[in-house]
Structure formats: C-alpha cells, structure tokens
C-alpha cells in the first residue's frame, strides 16, 4: 500500500505541472479558438528568468518579476505575430505557435546554454520530505498544488463574474457577434496571451525545485499539457486540471506494470484513444463551453 500510495503522490505531483500546462491551452482556446503550443516555452522561460532574477533580488520577488516578464512576452507575442494578420484561420495560428515555440527554445539556449538550473525550495529543504502512510513527499508539492488551486479558482472567477472574462468568452463563442457588441478582440487575445503566459511562469517557477529547469523542457510539457486539456475537454478550467492530474497518475501507475522507459507513451496513447472515442473530452467541455457563451 506504501508504494502504490508512492505513485499516486508523484502522479499528482507531475499531474499537476501538466494541469498548469492544459489550462494554459484552456485560457488561450477559449478567448481565440487558437491552439498555443507554445505553452510549453512560457514554463520554461518562468524558471529561467527567475533563476536568473535570484542572486538580485529575494526569492518571492525573483518569482513575481519572472511571472510578470513571461506575461508581457506573451503579450507581445501576440501583438508582433498575430495582431495584424489578415484573413488568418485558427489552424495557422496554431502552426504560427509551433514555429514560435522552437523560436523560444533556441533563444533560451542561446541566452542560458544547456546547463540543468533550478530554484531554491520555498520551503524547507531540498533533501527534507513529508511522509503519508510510509510514502514520502516533497513540501514543494504542496506550492504546487496550491498555486494551480488559486489560479483555477482566479480564472473561474474572471470568466464567470468579471466583463473582461466574460468578452473573452465571448470572442470563443461568437466572434462576430462580439465584435458586434463593441468588443476588442484584439485586446482580449492580448489578454489571454499574457494569462496564459503568466500561469506557465508560475508553473514553471513552483516546479524548478522538483525537476529543474532547462531550455528543452517545453516541447515535452506542451505535448503532456495538450493531452490533459484534450482528456479534460478543452474550454473548462477545471476539466484541464482534471486531465492533467489523470495524465499524470496514468503515467505514475504505468511504471509498475510496464518498463519505466514507456512511461512517456501513456500520454500519446491516452490522447489518441480520447480523440477517437470521445473527441470532446471526458467532460464534453468543447460543446458545452460554446452553448454556454
């Protein structure tokens, strides 16, 4: 019982990274229609700006300033390549992210080369662990597990009971017909630009004391995170995060019946099963997000 309760601790704990990953998708999905598979990048580059923000300044100001850097580089992002594009469809903008996502990659390694960096645990310390009925885990589990609470509850929230949430939803649903009412798009792509940027920093900086930071981590989260928002079923917080944590124990519980070098497999098979027998997902998001728009 020990060592299956081992498991599920570290499935939860990589669940959650690729939660954070998924809703990332689910931000910019449900204000453009658009696929950002660059998600994972913005991960990546929360941990390394605040690695390297670290030795000037304290470690809560290191990660709020990578969080807030990351956020304005999405939005810029989103400004330089898809704010004045002309009759554009949502599947080039999502190979237009891809494109960028490699960009991003080669831009870390140039500015950060290949060495493995990690940030300082937020508490406790590296070797110290908290054990459940003889399994054991990292404190820093628990930042994890309470940053990714408070973002889904802040983003259900926003776009639930705040305008700004509630044109972001619309420019998903009825672009058109928000444009219509007075809306920005622009403006609110923008928006989800930088949420969806800022949510992958602070993923990335809560993860760095639990599995490090280097400049080709993305590709690998952005794929893991899509498949969480696809089991979940894309346009809901909540139904990311459930995904997520499913991925993340499904690849945790593979090990013990299969070799650990197929672990990276379950997501791939987990993502093709879903889109053949139930494309919208195990919570049927994709429909049920647009009805309610």
């Known amino acids: 019982m020990s060592q299956l309760l081992q498991y599920v601790l570290s499935g939860i704990t990589t669940g959650s990274v690729y939660a954070a990953v998924a809703v990332g998708f689910t931000i910019i999905y449900r204000t453009t229609g658009v696929l950002n598979f660059a998600q994972g990048e913005f991960v990546m580059l929360g941990g390394m700006c605040a690695v390297a923000y670290l030795p000037f300044a304290p470690l809560p100001v290191a990660v709020t300033a990578a969080v807030l850097t990351v956020g304005l580089a999405g939005a810029g992002m989103e400004w330089t390549f898809f704010r004045h594009l002309r009759r554009h469809n949502a599947l080039q903008l999502t190979v237009i992210t891809m494109g960028l996502s490699i960009v991003l990659r080669e831009a870390a390694l140039h500015i950060w080369d290949e060495k493995v960096r990690s940030l300082p645990p937020f508490s406790g310390s590296v070797i110290s662990s908290i054990t459940v009925c003889g399994a054991s885990v990292s404190p820093q589990v628990l930042w994890v597990l309470g940053a990714l609470a408070l973002a889904v509850a802040g983003l259900q929230a926003c776009f639930h009971y705040t305008q700004p949430g509630r044109a972001m939803r619309a420019c998903a649903a009825q672009p058109e017909a928000a444009l219509l009412c007075g809306i920005n ?76 070098a197929y672990k990276d497999v379950t997501a791939f098979v987990i993502l093709i099963a879903v889109l053949l027998l139930r494309p919208h997902g195990l919570l049927g998001a994709g429909q049920s997000a647009h009805r309610e728009c």
């Open 185 to 260: 798009l622009a403006r609110m792509r923008t928006l989800a630009f930088a949420l969806s940027a800022a949510l992958g920093a602070l993923a990335g900086c809560v993860i760095s004391p639990i599995s490090m930071t280097q400049y080709d981590m993305g590709a690998d989260l952005a794929i893991k995170g899509f498949s969480a928002a696809i089991l979940g079923g894309l346009g809901n917080p909540l139904a990311a995060v459930t995904g997520g944590l499913l991925v993340g124990l499904m690849e945790s519980l593979s090990v013990s019946v299969m070799p650990a």
